[in-house]
């Protein structure tokens, strides 16, 4: 059996199939972008009111503050003391709201100077704060719903520690481990964001840190079973089980996968059986319009057949039928005439013998005119045979005479002329 067909039938569908699925991701990616827009949109003008209440707050408690200490008048929104550099330095009070005294903010530089300096150790201590702070603020984020904010703190966290450098074994261990934890949170950042591939990769950056924590293993998983990967998602969370055997999530999801994946199996099934049945009545719909053509084609042929049958029978009993009235007429011409010169009826037989010998000459002349017809038929001709028999053309004997003048005056063309020519010279 040919299967080609089915080969391309198949194709077909899957290609249908495929932009189909194109348009629905299409529009899904279409309205994610809507809504982002609309979400940053409002983000942005909720920020802007917020820095417009913070200035005009900040604007009345200046106000108020100038009016406490007895300075009446205003300076928009620029404060009298903003333009020093040194503002974490005490300076000595003014007595007006001018540019502070040159000797003045050299003392205030050099107290700052003669300031303790922060250890590299105290950094350090600051940073391991810093990235303890961004897990709790990224927590909080999470549990808000904020999954893109709470991925962006858990990715400054991750900075802050390929930050650190110069200290103890015992802190590197605490950040290394703290890193590894941020990137599993940003792996169930990405998961909750349907983003699987990014969560995948934020797993292997976990595993590279820690290769026997299971929950790596555990949302790597769950990002194959959204992918539709089950056989690689058993394996993940096999690897789970034997790192954490208590687990009781683990065999839920491994129950889940097998369920999904009869399921995946029943439809690829299905899906194979009504692209058979497909791919059949479509061979069924070519076959029968193939028969339909052969039929149509063949009852074309019979009927052509039965046309040209009836035509040629018509010529015979047509040419029969002369041939048998010419043998009657010179059947009559042949018999003998008996004296009738003493018969009463002379002068009708006079006349019956003179319409004979009349008809005799006319038959003798079709004849000859039809010898030149077929001539002319045979030779592809025939169109020219009223223009042979009026010129006086109508026997072969006349047409060994004539000329390529005569033929070029009938109006005959140049190359037929030439055809007729060679023609005759072989008769």
Known sequence: MDYSKWDVMSKEVDKEEEEQKEKRREDNRNRYMKDQAEKQKKWKEKKVRE???????????????????????????????????????????????????????????????????????????????????????????????????????????????????????????????????????????????????????????????????????????????????YTEAREKFRKVRELEPSNKECVKQLHKIKKLAQIQKDKAKQWSITMQQKMEERAKVEQEKQIRKQKEEERRLQEEEQVRLMKEQMQQVKLQQEEQHRQQIKQQVKEPTTDTQNTPGRNNTSQETAEFKTAAKEVTEEEEGA?????????????????????????????????????????????HSRLISAQVQKL
């Open 371 to 415: 010898a030149v017809i077929k001539w002319l038929t045979s030779i592809k001709m025939s169109r020219y045979k009223d223009l042979f028999i009026e010129e006086g053309f109508d026997s072969l004997d006349t047409l060994k005479h004539i000329t390529a003048e005569d033929l070029m005056s009938m109006g005959v063309k140049r190359g």
């Open 51 to 229: 820095k417009k209440q913070k200035k005009k707050k900040d604007r009345e408690a200046r106000k108020a503050k100038l009016a406490a200490e007895g300075h009446t008048h205003d300076h928009g929104d620029q404060c009298c003391d903003s333009g020093s550099d040194v503002s974490d330095v005490e300076l000595p009070p003014r007595s007006c709201c001018g540019y502070a005294d040159p000797e003045e903010l050299k003392k205030a530089a050099l107290k700052k100077k003669e300031q303790p300096q922060i250890t590299l150790e105290e950094k350090n201590q600051k940073k391991m704060k810093a990235v303890e702070a961004t897990r709790e603020h990224g927590n909080q984020l999470f549990g808000e719903g904020k999954y893109e904010h709470a991925f962006a703190v858990y990715e400054r966290g991750v900075l802050i520690i390929n930050g650190a450098y110069g200290m103890s074994d015992e802190d590197y261990d605490t950040l290394t481990k703290m890193e590894c934890l941020l990137d599993l949170n940003m792996a169930l950042c990405q998961l909750k964001l349907e983003d699987f591939t990014k969560c995948i990769s934020h797993c292997k950056m976990a595993i590279n840190i820690d290769k026997s924590n299971p929950k790596a293993y555990y949302r790597w998983g769950q990002a194959l079973i959204e992918m539709g990967e």
